[in-house]
Nanobody, 121 residues
Framework: QVQLVESGGGLVQAGGSLRLSCAAS????????MGWFRQAPGKEREFVTT????????LYADSVKGRFTISRDNAKNMVYLQMNSLKPEDTAVYYC??????????????WGQGTQVTVSS
């Protein structure tokens, strides 16, 4: 079992930056791939990025490539999402998830409660 708690969301102006954190508890954290997904108002939840359990491989949605960076610290049971050059269309609730490496939501077994990111124009 893995429990996930996101933090770091907030209100930021377009062009600004935010860093989201995801604190994980549970023995299986270091063996799980970790992903970030987001859900904008009125839209379905979508894949943002994921990182392999070793941290050796990452995958990004085209919409965030070059602006967002995922990282993890297995010693601290933490996953981070550095978001730069934020745009209003990045406004969403961001979720941390643990599971199998990839962009498919059903591959992730554990989810956090989400943290709100709002980007003003």
């Amino acid at each position: 079992q893995v429990q996930l708690v996101e933090s770091g969301g907030g209100l930021v102006q377009a062009g600004g930056s935010l860093r989201l954190s995801c604190a994980a508890s549970g023995r299986t954290f270091s063996s799980a791939a970790m992903g970030w997904f987001r859900q904008a108002p009125g839209k379905e939840r979508e894949f943002v990025t994921t990182i392999l359990r070793s941290g050796g491989s990452t995958l990004y949605a085209d919409s965030v490539k070059g602006r967002f960076t995922i990282s993890r610290d297995n010693a601290k049971n933490m996953v981070y999402l550095q978001m730069n050059s934020l745009k209003p269309e990045d406004t969403a609730v961001y979720y941390c998830a643990a599971g199998r490496f990839g962009s498919t939501q059903r591959w992730y077994d554990y989810w956090g409660q989400g943290t709100q990111v709002t980007v003003s124009s």
